[in-house]
């Protein structure tokens, strides 16, 4: 231990104690009284100074010491207490270390809970806060390390800080005032995607890859949805979840063409769901078995959904506030309910307008519910327009082939009312595929004929759909049916 010492006439050392006796000190006008002068160091490179006073004038008190632990004798050789010059010595306890001046000793603060040693160095907390070796960022006494160790603080984001100091330093924001940095907080992100009719018709591998998926902050639950052909023994479905095979989907449950699809539900742990992740796409593919026939119900359906917890703190739109702030401020809406604003969801027609707010306004159609607008899906070639009305091939409406007045029936009515727009300025027909009767893709007097054959010659039927309600067999002809009144 290294001290210099301004003045002394006594000194002693023991431990980490020095004690300097100044038997020349004056107290309060009073010549000689004496004092000691006690220096421990508390720790490394860290002196406390501690000062005990002679009780008369004169007595020189200090001029001799001696020390043994926390044990001082003082000797004040000048002393008249017991009569003239006979002088005195005075035995006297010193405070053990108190480095928080409490007029404790430390330990004894530790045992009795009066202060905290959370990393077990038998000094106490608040003191190594003075000293810069621990920090107490809310000023409660408590090291940050100790109250995040014990769980009496939180650190969500991991930077060793409390979340508290966070928020109040203003490093972390808190939009919705809960008092947890928003950028701990998740929120719902759900991505789906469905086969279209004119897909499932054509049977085959299906590809329903999830694009655009923000980074996941948790496990993920992702749900397969399809209605089918799947109440056969060697009825199934395969899906390939990022290169990951799940076979015999539906193999023991599946249903014959339900009403309501049936559901396949896999949990991905987030490891495993950031191992599939190509950059922001799930890759997913879904093939039925051989014996699954896709044009045996009237209504297949095949769609995938995809539910995971993502950070809030996200900033699509790049303004500088979590996205889950913008939404709960107003800023931004989410007509979808996806977590994501609509602003930031795509816009196929460069309109400036999201598409999905085109489609849930009733501004732009999307009659394949695949969350795009059918002029884009036929603009890209997701989508056919054959006839060239606005309406992808899949969405036309049921009809019954020869039924041009739409009553209900074929009958001679039909092909007078092809020959009255035909020659006499008659209105359009609303579905001119159902006067097409010949299936040629255009109307003319060869579709009158051909009612008439088969009304009164024993003629060949109308093309399907006929007998019953159904959809265009051969929709890329130049025709197209708007409306239908005797179809559903």
């Given at each position: 231990?290294?001290?210099?010492?301004?003045?002394?006439?006594?000194?002693?050392?023991?431990?980490?104690?020095?004690?300097?006796?100044?038997?020349?000190?004056?107290?309060?006008?009073?010549?000689?009284?004496?004092?000691?002068?006690?220096?421990?160091?508390?720790?490394?490179?860290?002196?406390?100074?501690?000062?005990?006073?002679?009780?008369?004038?004169?007595?020189?008190?200090?001029?001799?010491?001696?020390?043994?632990?926390?044990?001082?004798?003082?000797?004040?050789?000048?002393?008249?207490?017991?009569?003239?010059?006979?002088?005195?010595?005075?035995?006297?306890?010193?405070?053990?270390?108190?480095?928080?001046?409490?007029?404790?000793?430390?330990?004894?603060?530790?045992?009795?809970?009066?202060?905290?040693?959370?990393?077990?160095?038998?000094?106490?907390?608040?003191?190594e806060v003075v000293l810069g070796l621990l920090s107490d960022c809310d000023g409660d006494?408590?090291?940050?390390?100790?109250?995040?160790?014990?769980?009496?603080?939180?650190?969500?984001?991991?930077?060793?800080?409390?979340?508290?100091?966070?928020?109040?330093?203003?490093?972390?924001?808190?939009?919705?005032?809960?008092?947890?940095?928003?950028?701990?907080?998740?929120?719902?992100?759900?991505?789906?995607?469905?086969?279209?009719?004119?897909?499932?018709?054509?049977?085959?591998?299906?590809?329903?890859?999830?694009?655009?998926?923000?980074?996941?902050?948790?496990?993920?639950?992702?749900?397969?949805?399809?209605?089918?052909?799947?109440?056969?023994?060697?009825?199934?479905?395969?899906?390939?979840?990022?290169?990951?095979?799940?076979?015999?989907?539906?193999?023991?449950?599946?249903?014959?063409?339900?009403?309501?699809?049936?559901?396949?539900?896999?949990?991905?742990?987030?490891?495993?769901?950031?191992?599939?992740?190509?950059?922001?796409?799930?890759?997913?593919?879904?093939?039925?078995?051989?014996?699954?026939?896709?044009?045996?119900?009237?209504?297949?359906?095949?769609?995938?959904?995809?539910?995971?917890?993502?950070?809030?703190?996200?900033?699509?739109?790049?303004?500088?506030?979590?996205?889950?702030?913008?939404?709960?401020?107003?800023?931004?809406?989410?007509?979808?309910?996806?977590?994501?604003?609509?602003?930031?969801q795509p816009d196929c027609n460069g309109n400036g307008i999201p598409d999905v707010v085109?489609?849930?306004?009733?501004?732009?159609?999307?009659?394949?519910?695949?969350?795009?607008?059918?002029?884009?899906?036929?603009?890209?070639?997701?989508?056919?327009?054959?006839?060239?009305?606005?309406?992808?091939?899949?969405?036309?409406?049921?009809?019954?082939?020869?039924?041009?007045?739409?009553?209900?029936?074929?009958?001679?009515?039909?092909?007078?009312?092809?020959?009255?727009?035909?020659?006499?300025?008659?209105?359009?027909?609303?579905?001119?595929?159902?006067?097409?009767?010949?299936?040629?893709?255009?109307?003319?007097?060869?579709?009158?004929?051909?009612?008439?054959?088969?009304?009164?010659?024993?003629?060949?039927?109308?093309?399907?759909?006929?007998?019953?309600?159904?959809?265009?067999?051969?929709p890329t002809d130049i025709l197209g049916c708007l409306d239908f009144t005797a179809c559903?």
């Amino acid at each position: 231990m290294n001290k210099t010492f301004s003045s002394g006439t006594s000194y002693a050392m023991s431990g980490n104690s020095i004690v300097v006796g100044d038997s020349n000190y004056s107290l309060g006008g009073e010549a000689y009284t004496g004092r000691v002068i006690h220096y421990r160091q508390v720790l490394p490179g860290t002196w406390q100074t501690r000062l005990y006073f002679g009780s008369s004038a004169g007595e020189r008190f200090g001029s001799s010491l001696a020390l043994a632990g926390d044990l001082l004798a003082v000797g004040a050789y000048n002393s008249a207490l017991f009569g003239p010059l006979s002088g005195r010595a005075e035995l006297l306890t010193l405070v053990g270390e108190d480095c928080n001046y409490n007029e404790s000793n430390d330990q004894c603060d530790l045992l009795t809970g009066t202060s905290f040693d959370c990393n077990g160095n038998k000094i106490p907390d608040e003191c190594e806060v003075v000293l810069g070796l621990l920090s107490d960022c809310d000023g409660d006494g408590l090291a940050d390390s100790c109250a995040l160790a014990s769980g009496l603080a939180q650190d969500c984001n991991g930077n060793g800080i409390p979340d508290s100091c966070d928020l109040t330093s203003g490093f972390s924001l808190d939009c919705d005032g809960n008092e947890i940095p928003d950028e701990c907080l998740t929120v719902d992100h759900t991505a789906s995607r469905a086969a279209s009719p004119a897909e499932l018709a054509t049977g085959g591998a299906f590809d329903l890859s999830l694009t655009g998926l923000p980074l996941p902050a948790g496990d993920a639950f992702l749900t397969v949805r399809t209605a089918g052909d799947l109440g056969g023994l060697t009825e199934f479905l395969d899906l390939t979840v990022g290169g990951v095979d799940h076979l015999d989907l539906f193999l023991s449950d599946g249903s014959e063409c339900p009403e309501t699809p049936d559901e396949w539900t896999l949990s991905l742990p987030l490891a495993d769901l950031l191992d599939a992740l190509v950059g922001d796409t799930l890759p997913l593919t879904a093939l039925f078995s051989g014996a699954v026939d896709p044009a045996h119900c009237d209504a297949p359906s095949l769609s995938v959904e995809l539910v995971y917890p993502t950070a809030v703190a996200a900033d699509c739109n790049g303004n500088g506030t979590p996205d889950l702030c913008d939404l709960i401020l107003g800023v931004e809406t989410d007509l979808d309910g996806n977590g994501v604003p609509d602003d930031c969801q795509p816009d196929c027609n460069g309109n400036g307008i999201p598409d999905v707010v085109e489609i849930l306004t009733g501004t732009t159609p999307d009659c394949n519910e695949n969350g795009v607008p059918d002029f884009c899906d036929i603009g890209s070639g997701t989508s056919t327009d054959g006839n060239t009305d606005g309406v992808p091939d899949e969405c036309g409406v049921d009809f019954t082939r020869g039924d041009c007045n739409s009553d209900g029936e074929v009958q001679i009515a039909d092909a007078i009312a092809i020959l009255g727009y035909l020659f006499d300025n008659a209105s359009a027909p609303t579905c001119a595929d159902s006067c097409d009767s010949n299936d040629d893709g255009g109307l003319n007097l060869g579709d009158a004929v051909y009612t008439l054959t088969y009304l009164f010659s024993s003629g060949a039927a109308p093309a399907p759909p006929f007998g019953a309600c159904g959809d265009d067999q051969t929709p890329t002809d130049i025709l197209g049916c708007l409306d239908f009144t005797a179809c559903p």
